[in-house]
């Protein structure tokens, strides 16, 4: 049989080690006699998961002492309504919140907020490339940002367009010092960041952190405080940050596993060394996808997202035959999403690069044979 590698965009592939445990651990925890699933979140076995968790992800993330790390629940939607009701407060109603639109989540971002707030699109990639859709991010010194915006949104890794930033944006100075918020679903923890240059930053677990159900707020401590009357108390962060992610009982086996993900991560030399792995996988993939024109890459190189690899094979007939003959190898879940066609590759963290050289030989051949 063949190896299985799977390419999964979200809910996605988790270490082969983290998932050799979870079953080891799965009845009885650690001489608990309790499977995780069981114990209360108040006990201190759960209390000590939750607590290793977090540090370990500091610690992974180097995140500084004045911000704090939630654990949430609602997912990076959720949080699209989330964020906005945490900080629109910060302003005089009604407030103005800026986005940058790169792809199909910001683009979701932008339509919830508007629920809450004026949106002011700062600058879009929509239908600027040579094709339609979106194509890259669009130079931060085109940005038409507003005067004093309650925070300015950006998603730095977009999972369905495949577009990734490679940079930071200092937009501080012409922001009147608005924060910068990032949806990092897709890419945190796959390179190093520094968490001091954003206000928040947030993103659902299933891609590449753990299962789906756990969502992570990291959020500078000064933001706290300003949640408008009408959010609900459970993802009011001040709240939860007050309780230590125990306002309401927590998505507690999804943060036991994420927490094995991150011991994990530290055995594999932390963020610094993923990002090494990350950038050779990547390239492993794009060089070969450069290098035939049997297959097509929409988005600007420089821009290219090192997680998600969207591609089109030249002749759309072949789709299926792609599909099933991928599958037959035990290439899984290479459909593109439905909104934009074609092909998807996710290597995050999880996919060994073994996963993208049996992914780049079979593409190969399906070119050579078809
Ligand atoms: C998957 C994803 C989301 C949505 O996450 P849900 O958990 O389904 O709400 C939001 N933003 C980005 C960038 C994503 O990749």
New binding site residues.
């Given amino acids: 049989m063949n190896t299985i590698y799977n390419f999964s965009a ?1 809910p996605a592939v988790l270490p082969k080690e983290v998932l050799q445990q979870a079953a080891s651990e799965m009845l009885d925890w650690h001489g608990s006699g309790m499977s995780v699933m069981e114990m209360s979140h108040r006990g201190p076995e759960f209390m000590a998961i939750l607590a290793q968790a977090q540090a370990d992800l500091r610690e992974l993330l180097n995140v500084p002492a004045n911000y704090k790390i939630l654990f949430l629940q609602g ?4 949080e699209n309504a989330i964020v906005p009701l945490n900080l629109v407060g910060r302003k005089a109603q009604p407030a103005t919140i800026d986005f940058i639109h790169t792809g199909s ?1 910001s683009g ?1 971002s932008i339509k919830e907020a508007k629920k809450y707030a004026n949106v002011n699109v700062a600058a879009s990639s929509e239908n600027t490339g040579e094709r339609a859709g979106f194509s890259g991010v669009p130079d931060p010194a085109s940005w038409k940002l507003s005067a004093d915006p309650a925070y300015v949104h950006v ?1 730095t ?3 369905i367009d495949g577009i990734e930033f490679q940079f930071v944006p200092d937009i501080a100075a012409r922001s009147n010092g608005a924060p910068l918020v990032a ?1 990092m ?2 890419h945190i923890l796959s390179r190093a960041i520094d968490v001091s240059k954003y206000g928040v930053i947030f993103g ?1 677990a ?2 590449n952190i753990g299962p ?1 159900g756990l ?1 992570l707020v990291i959020v500078r401590e000064d933001l706290l405080g300003h949640a408008l009357p009408i959010c609900p108390s459970a993802f009011d962060w001040k709240i939860v940050a007050e309780n230590d992610s125990m306002y309401n009982t927590p998505p507690t086996y999804s943060i036991y596993i994420a927490g094995l993900v991150f011991q994990w991560l530290k055995r594999q030399g932390g963020v610094a060394a993923m990002e090494q792995k990350n950038i050779a996988k990547a390239n492993l993939l794009y060089d070969y996808l450069d290098s035939t024109d049997f297959y097509v890459t929409r988005v600007a190189k420089e821009h290219r997202s090192r997680m998600n690899v969207p591609f089109y094979l030249k002749d759309e007939s072949l789709n299926a035959a792609f599909l099933a003959a991928a599958k037959e190898r035990g290439l899984l879940q290479l459909k593109g999403h439905k909104s934009v066609g074609g092909m998807r590759a996710s290597i995050y963290n999880a996919m060994p690069i073994e996963g993208v050289q049996a992914l780049v030989e079979f593409m190969r051949e399906f070119s050579l044979s078809n």
């Fill in positions: 979200g997912g990076g939607l959720g989540w979701k998603c890794n977009e999972t949806d679903s897709s659902g299933q891609k789906a969502t």
